[in-house]
Every structure is written in C-alpha cells, then in structure tokens.
C-alpha cells in the first residue's frame, strides 16, 4: 500500500511540475513544493508572456504587483479567471483565481486573493490491481496585501499568504497529510506620467519578492521542501498613438530563489540535500550555488516580452514571448490575447502557442471576467436618479 501512495505522490507531482519544462542538457533544473503559485492566473499577463510587475494597475496586481493598486485610475474592482491547465495531458486539471483591491484614499489601497488548483480525479489501486477508490488531491492560497503611496512615483506593498496543499486528499495513510506553509510578498512600483511631443507616456518600473516564507512538509516535518520564492523585476513604457490609440511595451525578468537541487554519489536527487537550509538562507544561496558558476546562475533567469494595443481604452490586442533557456527547462512559448472593457465589467483571454509541439503547455486558453464596482456603483446612483 506505501508503495502505491509513493507512486500517486509522484504522478501527482510530475503532472504539475512537467508545465514547467525538463532539462535536456543534463543540468540540474531548479524546482519547489506547490508550483501552482507560480502559474500566472490571469488573461492578461498571460496574453503578454507572463509580464505584470510594471505594466497599469489593474484588478489582477495581487498577484503581479501588489503595489500597483494605489496607481489604478479606478477605486474598487474584483476579478475571476478560469484556466484549463494541461489540457493536453489531463481533461479534468484547473486553476481558478478571485482577486479584489480597494482604495482606502489617495495613498493607500488593500488588496486580496484566492488561488484553487484542482488536480483532477487520482483512481487509486491496490498492489494487486484492485481498484480501491478515487482521490481529488488539490491545492489553494489565500492572500492579504496593503500597499501605500512613498512619494508621488514610488509605491510599496506587503502582502500575506497562507497556503494548503492537499495533494494526499482521499488516500488513508498515518504518515501523510496536507502540506501548509506561510508567505509574505514584498513589492515597490514606480509609476511616472510625462508630456512630450503633444502626447501623454508613461514609464514604470516594478520589482517582487513573491512567496518569502516556510518550508513545507507532507510528512509531519521529516522532510521539507521550498516554496516557490520568486524575484520578478521589470520595467514597462505606454505612449500614446493619438487620441484613441496608445501602445505598450514590457519586460520582465525571473528568478526562483530555491537552492540547486543537491544530488548524492550516484548522482541521483538527494532527498536529505538542502534539509539544513532555511528559507531565508535559501534566498541568498540560490545566487550561488549552480554547479556551472554564474554563467549557469544567468540561465536560471526567464525573460518575458509583452506588447499591449488598446483602441479608445475599450478595445485591447496582446502578444507576447516567454524565454526559458534549455538547460534549466526549456520553456518557449508565444502568448497571444485580447480584451473588451465596458463601463461596468471587462472580459479577456489569452491563449499559449508553444514553440515545442510536445509541450503539455500547448493551446491553454485563459478566461478572466472582471468588474470595476465605481462604474457599478455610478450606474446605481444614475437609475436611482
């Protein structure tokens, strides 16, 4: 029976970890405990190859950059994205995402959100091959953030997280049980508007320190592993086209901040490897510590690309490229995407066309349904009138 838990644990994990790509040179890919925070949950940043950290503040910048709130144009909004996750593997896996943000004046703002990942339906057999019943392992977060206006440009948040994975759920066993840790993100933006050439711009810079926190065990604290700790640094420019068309461009930078992976004299993964490290310590080894120096520290960075089009800041067009070398997971993919905004509610989608044609990334689609409650609340008051 232990033996058909371990290989349902290992199933499970390898169905997740598998969208963030293997190596293929032999290098040691860096990797944590519940990935599914890593996964952009919105239509957005999606369409734009996973960039968030410095474009306009919206309803998604929990997630993103949750400093970004005291810049949004409007005060309160809430948000829900749907996403199909590796369709091309599992018919029944999903990610859903709530989020919400209001503005308590004009330089202060409060954010939050959900995070669901369901990992579909596991069918458990015995070693014999009995069937023995279904498991639905499945995993959430749950976040709070402030953030505050620092100068006219400069803004600074700090959210917390608590975080569930249940990747055992149906499955009777008295050494394994759901996993919890707790996180905090730190994130600052920079957000400066100018007029030149008879057109209004703006530049923007962003950086977040996601997910700082615990280790997380399924095992009562025998073994420990990292959550996935991100630093996400980028910049982003918007200009102005005429008076209906403006455009613009992003770039963001990304690094785990997990200890390498230590392997033992076979050179297999060692389980008892980085057990003596904590998580904070594990933040400034991960800078140092890859086997190939820091040419092969330089590949642990993504780079993502985004382009954004809106007509009348009503219409949007996004695309977007998202680079992870081959030595550290080989993911490469284009992102494409668009948007509709109404008074009251907007819709987006994007859509991942991979550059690999195995990838179990390829065809994800992501919905998101979002309201602006200042325009809900104006249409109120109007009616009334």
């Given at each position: 029976m232990k033996r058909h838990i371990i290989l349902f644990v290992i199933v499970a994990l390898l169905l997740v970890k598998t969208s963030f790509g293997q190596s293929t040179t032999g290098s040691l890919v860096v990797s944590s405990a519940v990935p599914f925070l890593s996964i952009?949950?919105?239509s957005r940043g999606g369409a734009m190859g996973d960039v968030g950290v410095a474009t306009s503040a919206d309803v998604?910048?929990?997630?993103?950059?949750?400093?970004?709130?005291?810049f949004n144009e409007?005060?309160?909004?809430?948000?829900?994205?749907?996403?199909?996750?590796?369709?091309?593997?599992?018919?029944?896996?999903?990610?859903?995402?709530?989020?919400?943000?209001?503005q308590l004046d004009d330089i202060q703002a409060i954010g939050a959100s959900l995070r669901y990942f369901n990992l579909g339906e596991m069918q458990l057999f015995?070693?014999?091959?009995?069937?023995?019943?279904?498991?639905?392992?499945?995993?959430?977060?749950?976040?709070?953030?402030?953030?505050?206006k620092l100068s006219e440009n400069w803004s600074g948040a700090v959210s917390l997280r608590f975080i569930l994975s249940?990747?055992?759920?149906?499955?009777?066993?008295?050494?394994?049980?759901?996993?919890?840790?707790?996180?905090?993100?730190?994130?600052?933006?920079?957000?400066?508007?100018?007029?030149?050439?008879?057109?209004?711009?703006?530049?923007?810079?962003?950086?977040?320190?996601s997910n700082i926190g615990a280790k997380i065990s399924y095992d009562g604290g025998t073994f420990k592993d990292f959550i996935p700790t991100n630093l996400r640094v980028g910049g982003n420019y918007t200009t102005e086209?005429?008076?209906y068309n403006k455009f613009g461009i992003s770039l963001d930078f990304n690094?785990?901040?997990?200890?390498?992976?230590?392997?033992?004299?076979?050179?297999?993964?060692?389980?008892?490897?980085?057990?003596?490290?904590?998580?904070?310590?594990?933040?400034?080894?991960?800078?140092?510590?890859?086997?190939?120096?820091?040419?092969?520290?330089?590949?642990?960075?993504t780079v993502s690309l985004g382009a954004e089009y809106w007509y009348s800041?009503?219409?949007?067009?996004?695309?977007?490229?998202?680079?992870?070398?081959?030595?550290?997971?080989?993911?490469?993919?284009?992102?494409?995407?668009?948007?509709?905004?109404?008074?009251?509610?907007?819709?987006?989608?994007?859509?991942?066309?991979?550059?690999?044609?195995?990838?179990?990334?390829?065809?994800?689609l992501r919905f998101t349904l979002g309201f602006d409650l200042d325009d809900f609340s104006n249409q109120g008051k109007k009616k009334r009138k």
């Open positions: 952009a949950p919105d998604n910048s929990q997630y993103w950059n949750p400093a970004k709130y005291v409007s005060q309160s909004g809430v948000a829900l994205s749907y996403t199909p996750w590796l369709r091309n593997l599992v018919s029944d896996m999903n990610l859903a995402y709530l989020t919400g943000y209001h015995s070693e014999t091959g009995t069937y023995t019943g279904g498991s639905f392992p499945n995993e959430f977060a749950v976040d709070f953030g402030y953030s505050r249940d990747i055992y759920n149906g499955i009777s066993s008295a050494d394994l049980s759901a996993g919890t840790s707790y996180a905090a993100d730190v994130a600052f933006f920079y957000n400066k508007k100018f007029y030149k050439n008879r057109k209004y711009s703006t530049i923007a810079g962003g950086i977040n320190i086209i005429d008076k690094k785990l901040l997990v200890p390498t992976p230590e392997l033992d004299s076979n050179f297999v993964f060692s389980h008892q490897g980085n057990q003596d490290v904590g998580p904070i310590e594990g933040i400034f080894v991960s800078f140092a510590d890859a086997p190939g120096g820091f040419t092969e520290e330089l590949s642990e960075i800041n009503q219409f949007a067009v996004r695309a977007g490229y998202f680079h992870e070398p081959e030595s550290k997971g080989d993911r490469k993919f284009l992102t494409f995407g668009a948007g509709l905004k109404m008074n009251v509610f907007s819709i987006d989608f994007s859509y991942i066309y991979t550059l690999k044609r195995t990838s179990p990334l390829e065809n994800t």
